[in-house]
């Protein structure tokens, strides 16, 4: 199994980074072979989308489609490809997921789906380009607000799943949210993501 980690916060070796490796720990302990590649999102270089739809309009029949820009998501598109499972972290900024994951997402949606999928009055929404099934997980964090009051401010989880699904036909066998971690510290869920990480296998 390729696992493919994607860590949205800008800090290193914080919360976010931290409940990533749990759950990557989580996964090793039931499947010790895995390949795992954890991307930390601030250590490349990927600029925001241009909405140039290259990669919308492209008819290619490959797995994903080229995008316009070079960067360092041309090595990345081949490690999402190669991926059977992902684990998504990110912490919550004004509720939704961070400028460095959005970006990542945006720059995945139409290289990885064509714009086939469609509901009664609308068409053109994403449809995955390849038939390969992945599993995924995903992990928010917030330093201030309490899981208790998640619904409130957690936009992201639902972002992501929504993102995954349609462009790389990923299901979300769940998630978590990692509240008020300035006063209760990350360690506080390190059981919870490592079974997390037991439920993607």
Not at 33 to 62: G, M, P, Q, T
Request: charged share 25%; net charge positive; with cysteine.
């Amino acid at each position: 199994m390729n696992l493919l980690a994607v860590v949205g916060s800008p800090r290193k070796g914080k919360a976010t980074d931290l409940l990533v490796d749990r759950v990557i720990e989580g996964v090793r302990s039931k499947a010790p072979n895995c390949n795992v590649k954890k991307l930390n999102l601030i250590e490349y270089d990927i600029k925001h989308c241009r909405n140039c739809l290259a990669c919308r309009e492209s008819k290619s029949n490959e797995p994903y489609a080229r995008c316009a820009i070079q960067d360092d998501m041309e090595h990345i598109y081949e490690d999402v490809l190669n991926s059977d499972a992902l684990i998504f972290g990110t912490p919550v900024h004004m509720g939704y997921a961070t400028a460095l994951m959005m970006s990542f997402l945006e720059r995945i949606c139409w290289t990885f789906a064509k714009p086939e999928k469609g509901y009664p009055n609308v068409r053109g929404c994403p449809l995955p380009r390849s038939d390969k099934k992945r599993r995924a997980v995903i992990v928010v964090t917030s330093g201030i607000i309490p899981p208790i009051c998640r619904r409130f401010c957690d936009h992201a989880a639902p972002l992501i799943r929504g993102v995954i699904e349609d462009s790389l036909n990923a299901k979300t066998v769940g998630d978590m949210y990692a509240g008020d971690i300035a006063h209760r510290g990350a360690d506080r869920y390190y059981d919870k993501t490592f079974k997390l990480g037991e439920k993607l296998v």
